[in-house]
């Protein structure tokens, strides 16, 4: 049985603003049909015949995964929480262990949740040759049919063709220089590492056994010493803390003999940045690609997004311009690679847009910062039908709550009441309280805050359904 393994982590710096650490790309929908780049990934397996998939993120993305992966009718799926990234050799291999225990025989269908693939059947096809070179006992990596010379992917060159399936791996090359990327287009030997793979569990972990055998011990430790926590595995920090950090090339494929490279062309693309995003979008007759609330004039080649109010551009060319609620990019196009720079010096001033927007998703809806002053903050919240906020109480603050639509069920020390539609309640400091969406339609408040202290870590949780600390 064909197991997919969705490697989810990574913050997407170089798609700031709309990409932040808590909130990655590969959560978000960048294109106009509202789908995630997670779901475009679970969506693309529809046909295949696989088993419920394994993801795999970072514990701070664990609610986001969860509701994406329901919304997606993937509610079998298993989660594995890391603490903390240890690349993608870990990942697998934490996946892999996990999936021997029940299926000895498993191959894993190894992906990214952040990438673009636009002919599905193609894809399909390339993975039933990678699936029959697995039966083999290769490890089988895609190799993307380069369209032009590139210095931002690695290359793979292939060698002896194996069965009509694929090719032998000759060898990996790291990130080359124009000329060299020329030359390798030019030889038709060459094609871009896309960073997915097919093998079966078994036959990775026997390689990693030989290669990296600190790494195995590390994750089988993590495993066996971690917990289940509602729909997620927690592994062990500890134990996670002492594998090495490497990739799946660099710890494995670059090192075993067994490596195979099957073509494919299918309009692939690791959305790796906004230039990358404009080459990949519909554009407009002089070559704009236009999101949401967007006026230009005289504009060519430029990438232009408004995520709440109205942008417009007059007489530019080759630009990024990017607009949300609490941040705004203008960049040029061939600079688009170098936006690591600009989330670097936003952590450095301690400053926090590049952790996450002015909307924040919680397990049980969401809230949005809509105004904040020295003593003062005021939020719109969102709780989803039968939701329930933790039990907790604040040392700093007093909190006003104003009902906007729906019902919540309110509950103050030992008092509890429904306050419904245009009503409103009082919450004073140090008083235990929560609050509850016990209908059927989400529950829609406006919460005033005042205090000398308003930081989201000015929480005391005594008792959470979601498990949060």
Not at 202 to 215: A, G, S, T, V
Not at 399 to 405: A, C, K, L, N, R
Request: with cysteine; charged share 25%.
């Amino acid at each position: 049985m064909l197991h997919p393994v969705i490697i989810a982590g990574g913050s997407g710096s170089r798609l700031w603003p709309l990409s932040r650490q808590l909130n990655p790309k590969q959560f978000l929908a960048l294109g106009g049909d509202g789908v995630t780049m997670l779901q475009a990934t679970l969506n693309r397996l529809a046909g295949l015949n696989t088993a419920s998939p394994v993801l795999i993120c970072n514990e701070q993305h664990r609610f986001l995964a969860a509701e994406q992966l329901r919304q997606s009718g993937c509610d079998k799926a298993s989660i594995i929480l890391e603490p903390y990234g240890r690349n993608t050799a870990p990942a697998i291999a934490l996946a892999a262990l996990s999936l021997v225990e029940t299926d000895p025989a498993a191959c894993l269908l190894v992906l990214a949740a952040d990438h673009v693939i636009n002919d599905k059947m193609a894809f399909h096809s390339a993975i039933g040759n990678a699936g029959e070179l697995a039966k083999l006992g290769r490890l089988v990596t895609f190799g993307i049919v380069p369209t032009h010379a590139e210095t931002g992917y690695g290359y793979i060159e292939r060698g002896q063709a194996i069965d009509g399936l694929g090719f032998a791996v000759q060898r990996f090359v790291e990130k080359p220089d124009l000329a060299t990327a020329s030359s390798y287009v030019e030889s038709d030997h060459y094609l871009w590492n896309s960073g997915m793979f097919v093998f079966t569990a078994k036959r990775y972990l026997e390689e990693l056994e030989r290669f990296q055998p600190r790494m195995l011990k590390a994750c089988k430790r993590a495993l066996a010493e971690g917990v289940r926590d509602l729909d997620f595995i927690r592994i062990s920090e500890q134990a996670f803390a002492e594998c090495p950090d490497d990739s799946v090339d660099y710890a494995v494929m670059e090192h075993t003999s067994a490596a195979a490279v099957v073509p494919l062309i299918a309009g692939w693309s690791d959305v790796g940045s906004w230039s990358t995003l404009w080459d990949i979008s519909d554009k407009d007759e002089s070559g704009n690609v236009l999101y949401g609330d967007t006026l230009a004039e005289e504009c060519h080649d430029s990438y232009i997004r408004s995520d709440s109010r109205l942008v417009a551009a007059l007489g530019v060319k080759d630009l990024v311009i990017v607009e949300t609620k609490d941040a705004v990019l203008v960049a040029h196009k061939n600079r688009a690679q170098d936006l690591k720079r600009v989330v670097r010096s936003l952590e450095t001033d301690g400053r926090h847009e590049h952790l996450n927007h002015r909307e924040v998703y919680r397990p049980w809806g969401v809230y949005d910062s809509i105004d904040q002053g020295n003593r003062y903050q005021v939020k719109r919240i969102t709780v989803k039908p039968g939701a329930k906020l933790s039990l907790q109480k604040h040392h700093h603050r007093a909190e006003h709550w104003i009902v906007v639509s729906g019902a919540a069920q309110v509950t103050i020390g030992d008092k509890t009441t429904l306050v419904t539609e245009n009503q409103s309640t009082y919450i004073p400091i140090g008083q235990v309280h929560c609050l509850e969406n016990p209908g059927k339609i989400p529950l829609e408040l406006i919460e005033v805050q005042s205090g000398s202290y308003l930081g989201e870590d000015d929480i005391v949780r005594l008792e959470d359904i979601y498990g949060r600390a």
